[in-house]
C-alpha cells in the first residue's frame, strides 16, 4: 500500500515461518487500539516526522523500517509518550495517553529504547524487577506474582544463570537481553522495541526474534525498529517504512518489499526472491544509485 501524507494505518525454522503465514494478509485495516493522529514529531524547533496518521493493528507484531535519520525511533518514541507532538495527538483506546496517569500507562505499553541508561551498582535481577512497577503499590514489597514474573522474562530471555551479576559487568550482547527481561517483566499487552537486535550476535537476534514471535502468537502486540529488511519481513505481520519523517508504504511484507519500494526507500537498487525458508520476500541488494 502507498502511502504520500501519512496512513491510518518450537524452532527459528517453525516460528518464521509461523510469522510468515501471518505476513501474507495485511492486517492495516483491523482494529487498533493505539493511533496516532496528524502528528508532528520532533526536538526543540526541529520536526523530525510530520503528518502521521498512523494505527497500529491489534495482535500484529508491527515492525518499522527506513534509512537512517527518516523518524523511526522518533515515531516509536511518540507512540510510547516519550515525546510529546508538537501538534496532534496518540490515543488509547479512543483516550489521549497525554491525560493517562503513568502507572495506567505503563500497565499498557513497555518500551525498549535504543540506548538505555545503565543504573550504577545494579544488579540483573534487580533491573529485570524494576518492570514490575506499574504493578506495585508505593511502599509494597514484591509479591510472589511479581517474583514470579521476573523469573519467567529471566529464563526467556537466558539471564537466569547472570541474575546475581551486576549489569555494568555485562557484555553489551548480556545487557541487551537483560534489558528484554525488564520489558517481559513489565508484563503489558504492548511491547516497544527500538533496534532490540543491537549487540546481539545473529544467533541471538534470531532467538529473540523468535520469542517476539511467541509473544505475538499469544496476543501480544508488537512493534519494532528494525534495520535487517530481511529479518522484518520473516517476522512481521505489518509493515511501516518511513522516508524523510514520513510514512511512504505500509501493508504485508510482501506489498512493501518490492523493488520499486525498495528504491525509493533507501536509494538501493536490489531483487527481491523469496526466502528459501519461509517463502517470505528476500531483499538482495545490487548496488546503491548515485
Known sequence: MRQNEGVDMGGSVGMAAGAAESAAADVSTGAARLRGEDLCLGYGDVAVARDLNVAIPDGSFTV????N???????????????????????????????MGSRDFARELALLPQSPHIPEGITVAELVGRGRYPHQGVFSR??????????????????????????????????QRVWVAMVL?????????????????????IELLDLCARLNREGRTLVAVLHDLNQAARYASHVIAMKD??????????EVFTPENIAEIYGLTAVVIPDPVTGTPMVVPV???S
Do not use: H, M, N, W
Not at 518499522?64 to 534509512?67: D, F, L, M
Not at 523469573?151 to 551486576?166: E, I, Q, S, V
Open 69 to 99: 535519520g527518516c523518524g523511526k525511533s522518533t515515531l516509536l518514541r511518540g507512540l510510547a509518550r516519550l515525546l510529546s507532538p508538537a501538534s496532534g495527538r496518540v490515543l488509547l483506546d479512543g483516550r489521549d495517553i497525554a491525560a
Open 64 to 67: 518499522i523500517v527506513g534509512a
Open 287 to 289: 548496488s546503491a544509485r
Open 245 to 254: 519523517g514520513r510514512i511512504v508504504f505500509s501493508g504485508s511484507a510482501g
Open 185 to 205: 517483566a513489565q508484563d503489558t499487552p504492548i511491547i516497544f522495541l527500538d533496534e532490540p537486535t543491537t549487540y546481539l550476535d545473529i544467533a541471538f537476534q
Open 142 to 175: 514484591p509479591s510472589k506474582r511479581d517474583e514470579e514474573a521476573v523469573a519467567r522474562a529471566l529464563a526467556a530471555t537466558g539471564t537466569a544463570d547472570f541474575a546475581d551479576a551486576l549489569l555494568g559487568e555485562l557484555s553489551g550482547g548480556e545487557r
